[in-house]
């Protein structure tokens, strides 16, 4: 009885099966990735103007509260009431006129009557017209809201009224002041996000202080400011596809991979055998043949080859390691351990990117003091000792998130990440102290220290890697010539 040969299977079909497989995996992955990444990101940019506005509504409160108590203080004051009851006007005009110097940000203060009359020289006491009639058109100045002028420019300012009262409740008059709109433009630039835009209007529509312009605005949100009728609005720019990437979108996209490369590995794995064995095949049956033996039927089939799978997986190990320690040595300093300038030129467009973000990034630029005359004194072996200490102190004191590297000959940059003016100076000092105490273990005369200059990295389309370090180099000169032993800003000295 003839046993059955079973069919062989087609390469070609098989291939196209696989990359059939391969491309809807993909067109799957990306689909999910992107509608992902637009639900987080439209999620993410909601949640970021709802605080953006309640923040900055909170800051415009603060402001309005603290001017609206100071001016209720100064109505309080028990000396006014006789000055509105039997002064003259010149002493209320110079009362107004002495208080308008003590109070910050004020533009126009003076006393005025229940009808909102100014008591004094209305223009000496830099109180216009149409603060004037607006007080007059209002039945009663409690009734009388932050109204907005913007007729002259280089005055904008709000006005402010608290009632004077008698001591039976009878209203004797009010302070009047006209405040600038400086604070609330302050509020709103220290709370904009760069990609937002934040408008302030009072009741009528009027812009009050205003940052960034955007057209065809996606997310909106207003939000009005009690007891005043103004209107704060935020608004959000046109989203970017994967402007802001979610956990979900890079889990997505980490789960694709994998499935993509697992699929691939076995397919390929798999085809990979059915070749060697239609070749082991020929090869048998053609030895066969020259033996004169009887030619065997060749019958393709996929199985896991193992000991060649095991010979390719550990060539690709050995390569991969290989690789690993030449990437590794090119981008190390040999003497000091340390990354050399091509890390540190790697390196940079990262910071860059988080400073553009608005984090503090602070560049300083390393140097040993008289380094040259260790050399000479001592050999080149002592300067390699202080090098390496120097490189021993650097690692001891950098972060995770900073970076430090050996630039050339004793020259040294550190990149410090989310740090102040005073936690550069706090760590230079630190640095200092931990190299002179490696210094000591060396048991040499070594009379040398450390000079630092240090700038700040600004945004990527303004500063450059030759910008920042022409900068930081400056400073570093800048503190040798002071004396060295020191650490000096880019124009400013932040230690000694």
Known sequence: MNARVRSPVSLRRSVGWLLLAVAGLFAAGITLSIVFSVRADREARLQLLELEARQTEIGVRRV?????????????APQLVDLMRVGTLEEQGAWAANQQGLLPDVLGLALVTARGEVLGDAR???????????MQRVGTLAELRPLLHREIAGAEHFDLVAEMREPDGAVLGGVFVSLRLGRLQQVIDDAIHPEHAITLLDAEGGIIARRGHIDGATQEIRTAIPSTGWILVVQAAPARPFQHGGGMQV??????????????????????????????????ALAALVRGEPVRAITPYYAEFDPAAADIHRIALQLQERRAQLAHLSLTDPLTGLPNRRAFEAHFPQVIGLADRGHAIALVMLD???????????GHAAGDQVLVALAESL???????DLAARIAGDEF?????????????????????????????LELDLRTGLSAGQTWL?????????QALARADRALYDAKARGRGRLVQETLAVAE
Do not use: M
């Not at 309005?64 to 309080?76: E, P, S, T």
């Open 395 to 401: 690692r001891a004191l950098t972060r995770q998130a």
């Open 64 to 76: 309005l509260d603290y001017y609206q108590q100071l001016v209720a203080q100064l109505a309080r």
């Open 413 to 441: 940059a550190v990149l410090l990440t989310d740090v102040d003016a005073a936690g550069v100076a706090g760590w230079y000092h630190r640095l200092a102290e931990y190299f002179q105490a490696e210094l000591n273990v």
């Open 124 to 134: 000496s006491l830099r109180v216009g017209p149409s603060c004037e009639r607006d």
């Open 251 to 284: 889990l997505t996209g980490l789960l694709t991979l994998g499935a993509v490369l697992v699929l691939l590995s076995v397919s390929l794995l798999r085809l990979r055998h059915a070749t060697l064995r239609d070749v082991d095949g020929i090869r048998d």
């Open 368 to 378: 040993v003091d008289h380094f040259k005359a260790v050399n000479d004194r001592f």
């Open 458 to 466: 600004g945004r990527a389309a303004e500063d450059s890697l030759s």
